[in-house]
């Protein structure tokens, strides 16, 4: 099982930026960023596949966050862009080892979690 330290949360005003990272101890077949506010079910936002780059996004943050990966570091990234209040929330990062089929979103297909980082936005 893949070890993830998250990093990079903080607060910030709207229409502002952070970058989130996450360091892994090993290497993964797919990494993703899911977060969850207070009293909502975990979401994802982004996932990329470690080897190919390929990436998916939530509507909801399309066009406006970017989730990279510097596989020599083991490290993957999300660029937030135009952050807005409703982007509040814990931002957890996941690995998924296993190569497990079903969609990225779906919290169960990773055996990896960070313990998470806040994002706060202010309106």
């Known amino acids: 099982q893949v070890q993830l330290v998250e990093s990079g949360g903080g607060s910030v005003q709207g229409g502002g930026s952070l970058r989130l990272s996450c360091a892994a101890s090993?290497?993964?077949?797919?990494m993703a960023w899911f977060r969850q506010a207070p009293g909502k079910e975990r979401e994802g936002v982004a996932s990329?596949?470690?080897?190919?780059?390929?990436?998916d996004y939530a509507d909801s943050v399309k066009g406006r966050f970017t989730i990279s990966r510097e596989n020599a570091k083991n490290t993957v990234y999300l660029q937030m862009n135009s952050l807005k209040p409703e982007d509040t929330a814990m931002y957890y990062c996941?690995?998924?080892?296993?190569?497990?089929?079903?969609?990225?979103?779906?919290?169960?297909?990773?055996?990896?979690w960070g313990q998470g980082t806040q994002v706060t936005v202010s309106s």
């Open positions: 090993g290497s993964a077949y797919i």
């Open positions: 996941a690995s998924d080892t296993r190569a497990m089929l079903g969609s990225h979103f779906w919290p169960g297909r990773y055996n990896g």
């Open positions: 990329i596949y470690i080897g190919g780059g390929t990436t």
